[in-house]
């Protein structure tokens, strides 16, 4: 007599096959977490670029109108250029190795306005405006007062006035 073994492939096997893929649909998941983190980090990654990008921009722009400032500072309080009761409308004057064009605004009845005028820009070699200057002299209310001066100065990060990400930063001085 032949003996079989209970487990042999004549009798149906009571117990349940293993399920196949296993290790591909693991492996998939695990990809699947890995990329997602990955492009999370390449997203905060160029997201902190363009931050530091933008805060050069903010800085150069901030130099630039606090350079111009200084200028101007210096030839009002130096040498009194940017004088209201002055007949002179304009002139140059050299700051940072450049010829300046001033030009004061024309007076209203023989009184000059009280209004921001845009009294110099320091120009880029370009042509265009790296920084622009506002001279605004306010009578104080007392006999034979001096002016109150407020400058005020724009400066670009960027020559050119077309570029998309230009910064402009402002700086201002008030003073008796």
Request: a neutral charge; aromatic letters at 12%.
């Amino acid at each position: 007599m032949i003996h079989i073994p209970p487990h042999s492939f004549f009798k149906r096997s009571t117990m349940r096959e293993k399920p196949r893929g296993f290790t591909l649909i693991v492996a998939l998941i695990f990809t699947a977490v890995i990329l997602s983190v990955s492009l999370s980090l390449a997203s905060v990654a160029y997201n902190q670029v363009i931050l530091a990008s933008t805060a050069q921009q903010s800085e150069y722009a901030f130099y630039n109108a606090d350079s111009a400032l200084e200028c101007a500072l210096y030839q009002d309080q130096k040498l009194d250029t940017f004088d209201y009761s002055n007949s002179a409308t304009s002139g140059t004057f050299s700051c940072e190795g450049q010829t300046i064009t001033w030009n004061l605004p024309p007076p209203n009845n023989g009184i000059r306005t009280n209004a921001p005028y845009p009294v110099f820009s320091v120009p880029c070699s370009n042509g265009q405006i790296q920084a622009q200057v506002y001279v605004l002299k306010q009578q104080v209310q007392k006999p034979n007062a001096p002016y109150r001066t407020i400058l005020y100065a724009d400066g670009y990060s960027s020559c050119n006035a077309n570029d998309p990400q230009r910064v402009e930063r402002g700086i201002e001085a008030h003073y008796n």
